[in-house]
């Protein structure tokens, strides 16, 4: 199989989405299901959801979109921090007009979503949040040896984007090597290959993020105003078992652990991910 087998079916269009133009891929149909909207992690863009994009859009509108200056989306003259990843990814939300949706979002794409539902909760059914990022400090994750070996590879992937470098890079997100394929190898060193882009994600990186963090605060005001919540996690990811079981009390999330999986997955478990998003975003997409 390859990219085009998998998005067959689904729309790419073009969205301008605060001053930015911004790269949507969208499948399904608008009915009786609120829109399920899928976010990348950091570094990535919307091949990332390959796998589920258009499985998940059986029933609803599904649609994934780059994040601010990731993947063909266009770049800024501000920050990348998480407030400014989640201005645009509201800017786009608001620009395609589909009024409440359930998110999904891996990675960094969690945390966005995470902060969406806070500071605009209007746009925001419900909230799945895959190996989510947020749930600690740069200085917590980093002074994890994996994490941090893992932060090294992906810094030489985007400073020199040759194939075995990005291959390293996306072989440490999974469990398995063996589910990087050639194919998205490519497409990804074809993205990080302009020298823009390799500064978005240096400045990605760089960004102090600390003010937004999902911390208890954050987590509570989510279970506070009644968001239904879905957080799964693989069972080699990066963060601790015990940080994300205390995230998912606090926030009152279901949580499910996926065996075999480490940060992806979404593409190392895709049957698994795909049953547990289409049972939420049913029960809670109803219109």
Do not use: C
Request: aromatic content about 4%; cysteine-free; hydrophobic content about 50%.
């Amino acid at each position: 199989m390859s990219l085009w087998t998998d998005f067959l079916g689904a729309r790419v269009e073009w969205v301008e989405a605060g001053g930015v133009a911004t790269r949507v891929v969208t499948a399904g149909a608008a009915g009786g299901a609120a829109p399920l909207v899928l976010l990348h992690g950091r570094g990535g863009h919307l091949e990332s959801w390959r796998a589920n994009l258009v499985p998940l859009a059986r029933t609803r509108r599904v649609i994934a979109f780059d994040l601010l200056g990731h993947g063909l989306t266009g770049r800024h003259d501000g920050g990348y921090g998480i407030a400014e990843l989640a201005a645009h990814a509201t800017a786009v939300l608001d620009a395609l007009d589909i009024g409440s949706a359930v998110l999904a979002g891996q990675s960094i794409g969690g945390w966005v979503g995470a902060r969406i539902a806070l500071e605009r909760p209007e746009l925001v059914r419900a909230l799945a949040l895959i190996e989510p990022a947020g749930l600690q400090s740069e200085a917590q994750r980093l002074a994890d040896p994996r994490v941090a070996a893992a932060f090294e590879r992906g810094g030489r992937a985007f400073a020199e984007p040759t194939a075995d470098a990005v291959r390293t890079r996306l072989a440490g997100l999974v469990a398995d090597p063996a589910s990087i394929d050639d194919e998205l190898v490519q497409t990804r060193r074809a993205l990080y290959a302009p020298e823009a882009a390799r500064a978005v994600h240096r400045a990605v990186r760089a960004a102090d993020n600390s003010a937004a963090l999902l911390d208890a605060q954050a987590l509570a005001t989510l279970r506070e105003r009644g968001l239904p919540l879905l957080l799964i996690r693989g069972e080699h990811g990066h963060t601790p078992a015990a940080v994300v079981a205390q995230a998912a009390q606090t926030a009152g999330a279901q949580l499910h652990t996926l065996p075999g999986a480490k940060q992806w997955p979404q593409l190392e478990r895709p049957g698994a991910v795909n049953d547990l998003l289409d049972d939420f975003a049913t029960t809670h997409g109803r219109t």
